[in-house]
Each structure stands twice: as structure tokens, then as C-alpha cells.
């Protein structure tokens, strides 16, 4: 079991940035690999980002790449989220596993709550 506290998430201009934060806790190997995904309305869940534990392996969607950066403070990961798109808005989630390779495939095993990004034109 993981617990997640999500926050950064908020309405921004198109163009602009966010920053997403997220602190895991609970048994430390099911937060090797922490990560975010998000789901718009209607659509499917999709994976953003990920990082391993170390740092060491990072993976994105293609959709995000050069526009979102993904990084791990311990037990904390962030998203800086840059050059937002009207077709980012969605809910964030935080999600984790114990994964130690990572790839745009990535299926995590534990999921936060979420946070609302909202994009306005």
C-alpha cells in the first residue's frame, strides 16, 4: 500500500507552466518507480512520465517530450510542466510500482487521487 499527497495543480494560460508535486510514503519498494499519468475527460488514462528511484532511468510520452521534465527527491517526484498545450488539461495522478526499467508502457501498481490541470486559451 502507498499513500500519495499530490499538489501543484491549478489553471494556467496556454503557453504557461505548472509544477507538480508528489510525496509517496507507505513500504518503499512499491515506490521504486514514481511516476504521473493523466486522464482528460472521455479519453482513456495515459501515461506521462516516470522515474526510477535513483534517477538513473526516466521514461515520457512522446506528447510531453522537450516540454515536460520529470524528476525525484527521495520520496517526493516532481513534474515541471512547461509550454503547456490546450490538450494537456486533465487529471494528474500520481502512481508508483516497483519497477526498476522504465518505459512509455509503464503500468503502475498504486495510484493517487489526482490533481486538476486546466489550460485556458
Known amino acids: 500500500q502507498v499513500d500519495f499527497v499530490e499538489s501543484g495543480g491549478g489553471v494556467v494560460q496556454a503557453g504557461g507552466s505548472l509544477r507538480l508535486s508528489c510525496r509517496a510514503s507507505?513500504?518503499?519498494?512499491?515506490?521504486?518507480?514514481l511516476g504521473w499519468c493523466r486522464q482528460a475527460p472521455g479519453k482513456e488514462r495515459e501515461f506521462v512520465a516516470a522515474?526510477?528511484?535513483?534517477?538513473?532511468s526516466t521514461s515520457y510520452a512522446d506528447s510531453v517530450k522537450g516540454r515536460f521534465s520529470i524528476s525525484r527527491n527521495g520520496d517526493t517526484v516532481y513534474l515541471q510542466m512547461n509550454t503547456l498545450k490546450p490538450e494537456d488539461p486533465a487529471v494528474y495522478y500520481c502512481?508508483?510500482?516497483?519497477?526498476?526499467?522504465?518505459?512509455?508502457?509503464?503500468?503502475?501498481?498504486?495510484w493517487g487521487e489526482g490533481t486538476q490541470v486546466t489550460v485556458s486559451s
Open positions: 507507505g513500504r518503499t519498494y512499491s515506490f521504486y518507480a
Open positions: 502512481a508508483s510500482d516497483a519497477s526498476q526499467v522504465l518505459t512509455p508502457s509503464w503500468s503502475p501498481d498504486y
Open positions: 522515474i526510477t528511484r535513483t534517477g538513473g
